[in-house]
C-alpha cells in the first residue's frame, strides 16, 4: 500500500474518531484507490497513531461500505459498485428531503444567507475546477438545513451513507455536469425562502439525484475483488 507522503497527519492524542475520519476522506478523495489493499502496520506509520484506533475505524469504514475485510487474508478499498451508490442515493436524498421539510417553515434569514454564500463558493470552486472546495461548498450548502432540522438521525444516517456518494460526486463536479447544480441550489434557497415546503423538499430530492448519469460509467465498476 503506497501511503500518502505527508505521515503524522493525526496526533497522537486524538482520537479513533479522527483516525476513522482520515481514511475515510482519503478513500472519498481517491489518495486510497477502489481495490487497494489497506496495511494496518502502513496505516499506523502514516497517521501517527497506535494499531487500535487503525483497526476500528477500518470496521466502521467496512460497515459503511468503503472498506472490504477477508480475516486473515486482505482489507482493500471497496471497488466503486452501482448498486451501492444507487442505494446510498436513494437514503441520502429521502434524508435531505426531510431535513428540509422539518427546517421549514422556521428556516432563518441568517440560515439562508449561509445557503446563498456556501452556493456562492461552490460556483466559484467550479469556475476555477476545484474539486476539493466544490465537496466542500456543498456540504456546507446542505448543512444548513440538517443542522436546522436538529434530528439527529437524520446527520447518522447521512454521515454514513454520504461518503460512498462523494467518491463518484468527485467525478461529476470534475466537468461541466457539475455546473447545473449550481441553479437547483438557488431553486431550493428560493423555495425556502417563500417557505413552500413541498416543493422546496422535492427540490432538495432531485438535487440528490443528478447523480444518475454517471451510475453507469466504466469507472464505476472496479476491479474485480481478490
Same mark, same amino acid.
Given at each position: 500500500?503506497?501511503?500518502?507522503?505527508?505521515?503524522?497527519?493525526?496526533?497522537?492524542?486524538?482520537? #479513533?474518531?479522527?483516525?476513522?475520519?482520515? /481514511? %475515510?476522506?482519503? /478513500?472519498?478523495? +481517491? !489518495?486510497?484507490?477502489?481495490?487497494? #489493499?489497506?496495511? *494496518?502496520?502502513?496505516?499506523?506509520?502514516?497517521?501517527?497513531?497506535?494499531?487500535?484506533?487503525? %483497526?476500528?475505524?477500518?470496521? #466502521?469504514? =467496512?460497515?459503511? +461500505?468503503?472498506?472490504?475485510?477477508?480475516?486473515?487474508?486482505?482489507? /482493500?478499498?471497496?471497488?466503486?459498485?452501482?448498486?451501492?451508490?444507487?442505494?446510498?442515493?436513494?437514503?441520502?436524498?429521502?434524508?435531505?428531503? $426531510?431535513?428540509?421539510? =422539518?427546517?421549514?417553515?422556521?428556516?432563518? &434569514?441568517?440560515? $439562508? *444567507?449561509?445557503?446563498?454564500?456556501?452556493? &456562492?463558493?461552490?460556483?466559484?470552486? $467550479?469556475?476555477?475546477?476545484?474539486?476539493?472546495?466544490?465537496?466542500?461548498?456543498?456540504?456546507?450548502?446542505?448543512?444548513?438545513?440538517? !443542522?436546522?432540522?436538529?434530528? *439527529?438521525?437524520?446527520?447518522?444516517?447521512?454521515?454514513?451513507?454520504?461518503?460512498?456518494? #462523494?467518491?463518484? =460526486?468527485?467525478?461529476?463536479?470534475?466537468?461541466?455536469? +457539475?455546473?447545473?447544480?449550481?441553479?437547483?441550489?438557488?431553486?431550493?434557497? !428560493?423555495?425556502? =425562502?417563500?417557505?413552500?415546503?413541498?416543493?422546496?423538499?422535492?427540490?432538495?430530492?432531485?438535487?440528490?439525484?443528478?447523480?444518475?448519469? $454517471?451510475?453507469? !460509467?466504466?469507472?464505476? *465498476?472496479?476491479?474485480?475483488?481478490?
Amino acid at each position: 500500500m503506497p501511503v500518502p507522503s505527508h505521515r503524522g497527519l493525526v496526533p497522537r492524542s486524538l482520537l #479513533r474518531e479522527d483516525a476513522y475520519r482520515a /481514511i %475515510r476522506d482519503a /478513500i472519498v478523495d +481517491g !489518495t486510497l484507490a477502489p481495490g487497494e #489493499r489497506l496495511n *494496518d502496520a502502513d496505516l499506523v506509520e502514516w497517521l501517527g497513531v497506535s494499531r487500535t484506533p487503525v %483497526r476500528e475505524a477500518l470496521a #466502521r469504514l =467496512e460497515h459503511a +461500505g468503503l472498506v472490504r475485510t477477508k480475516p486473515g487474508r486482505y482489507t /482493500i478499498v471497496s471497488p466503486l459498485d452501482v448498486r451501492a451508490v444507487r442505494n446510498a442515493q436513494s437514503v441520502t436524498a429521502a434524508m435531505h428531503e $426531510l431535513a428540509v421539510r =422539518e427546517a421549514l417553515p422556521n428556516l432563518s &434569514a441568517a440560515e $439562508l *444567507d449561509a445557503m446563498r454564500a456556501a452556493n &456562492a463558493r461552490f460556483a466559484d470552486a $467550479l469556475r476555477q475546477g476545484d474539486v476539493d472546495a466544490a465537496v466542500a461548498a456543498d456540504d456546507e450548502f446542505h448543512d444548513v438545513p440538517v !443542522t436546522a432540522c436538529a434530528n *439527529d438521525a437524520v446527520r447518522s444516517v447521512l454521515e454514513q451513507f454520504t461518503p460512498v456518494l #462523494r467518491r463518484v =460526486e468527485r467525478l461529476r463536479f470534475s466537468s461541466l455536469s +457539475g455546473r447545473g447544480s449550481v441553479a437547483q441550489h438557488e431553486r431550493i434557497i !428560493t423555495l425556502c =425562502e417563500a417557505g413552500d415546503v413541498d416543493a422546496a423538499a422535492a427540490a432538495t430530492r432531485a438535487n440528490w439525484q443528478t447523480l444518475a448519469p $454517471l451510475l453507469d !460509467t466504466p469507472p464505476l *465498476d472496479g476491479p474485480p475483488s481478490p
